[in-house]
């Protein structure tokens, strides 16, 4: 194993040292350091079929973890939702997602095959080999393979997944007016809610050192990595976080939050979902990108300050179980 003081100037080196690719350079930046950081989490949390609340806070916060839990399972069981499986023949046979544990993108896709019940197996990538995406010419998270067939980018993985095993009932049921509502809002979240969730996550030291607790404590880490990568990860999220609000013009990086719950909570206007009486891919866009943070001091502070907390638990009962099955 490396020693920790290696792969700490590993990290901050790839994590400092901007490359150009797509998304530019602060994108590449602010990326590596989620990898270490809140997308460097451990493979095999999931278990075939069972209830699963994502709750960070379950290991490192012990009984105040289990107290949310136990209240989101209680509310869970006064109104579950019906999911929408698939016809048993249009399901595939193996679909594995390869993911860090906490990228927004990769929750995206989650939440639709939890929703739609599709069984997928996950591989956790490391974000600083990533040698298990190596047979990939793709470089970034997700990836899905379908049945052996390669799919990348979460938006498109979800249409492609849409396509094949729903496709013309649900293209065929929905209206031109309700399409572009869906096309619309599952857009500003690709372009605006993702961009200020790191600033809230790392927006000071005490939030980015939560932040980093999660991962280190869920992490693969040796207890020297875990301590030097956990305070070196804050230190430097913590200052990557503010070029990130200068690059996307949040001033306030609460406020910004706030907002986007709000907003959310408008286009609702007074729906269960935006979908009406269920999901759409709008709902379960939003829905997955927000998972990660929910129990963390800015996903915490979100629900209480915002009208959104009851679209969030509507949506942790629709979505219910995981799919996920053990690799
Ligand atoms: N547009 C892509 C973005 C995917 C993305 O940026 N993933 C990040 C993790 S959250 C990643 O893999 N970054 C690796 C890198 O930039 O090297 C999607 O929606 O899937």
Not at 82 to 93: D, F, N, S, T, Y
Not at 145 to 172: C, F, M, P, W
Not at 293 to 315: K, P
Request: proline share 4%; charged share 25%; hydrophobic share 40%.
């Amino acid at each position: 194993m490396r020693r920790a003081s290696t792969l700490a100037s590993s990290v901050l080196s790839r994590t400092l040292t901007p490359t150009l690719h797509e998304g530019g350079a602060l994108s590449t930046i602010n990326h590596r350091f989620l990898l270490v950081a809140l997308y460097s989490t451990t493979s095999n949390t999931g278990s075939s079929h069972s209830r699963r609340i994502f709750n960070p806070f379950s290991s490192s916060l012990g009984v105040a973890g289990a107290l949310v839990s136990a209240a989101a399972a209680a509310s869970l069981s006064q109104d579950v939702l019906a999911k929408e499986p698939p016809r048993a023949e249009l399901v595939p046979k193996e679909v594995v997602l390869y993911q860090y544990e906490a990228c927004p993108f990769c929750n995206k896709v989650k939440a639709y095959l939890d929703y739609y019940d599709i069984p997928y197996k996950v591989v956790e990538v490391n974000p600083i080999s990533k040698k298990e995406i190596k047979w990939s010419d793709y470089k970034k998270v997700p990836i899905l393979t379908v049945d052996g067939e390669q799919l990348v980018d979460s938006s498109a993985i979800i249409d492609k997944l849409r396509n094949k095993i729903h496709g013309k009932e649900i293209v065929e049921s929905a209206s031109d007016k309700d399409d572009d509502e869906e096309i619309k809002w599952r857009r500003w979240v690709d372009n605006h809610l993702v961009h200020v969730l790191s600033p809230n996550i790392y927006r000071n030291t005490s939030e980015a050192l939560e932040s980093f607790d999660y991962i280190t404590s869920n992490g693969n880490f040796s207890f020297t990595e875990k301590i030097t990568v956990k305070y070196a990860g804050a230190a430097a999220m913590y200052f990557v976080s503010k070029k990130l609000k200068k690059k996307y013009n949040i001033t306030d990086e609460r406020a910004a939050l706030y907002e986007a719950a709000e907003t959310w909570v408008d286009a609702l206007n007074g729906r269960e979902f935006l979908g009406g009486s269920k999901p759409n891919l709008a709902d379960l866009a939003v829905f997955g990108v927000l998972r990660p943070i929910r129990y963390l001091r800015s996903g915490r502070d979100m629900v209480e300050q915002t009208r959104i907390g009851d679209w969030y638990t509507r949506m942790e009962n629709a979505v219910g179980e995981s799919a996920r099955i053990k690799a």
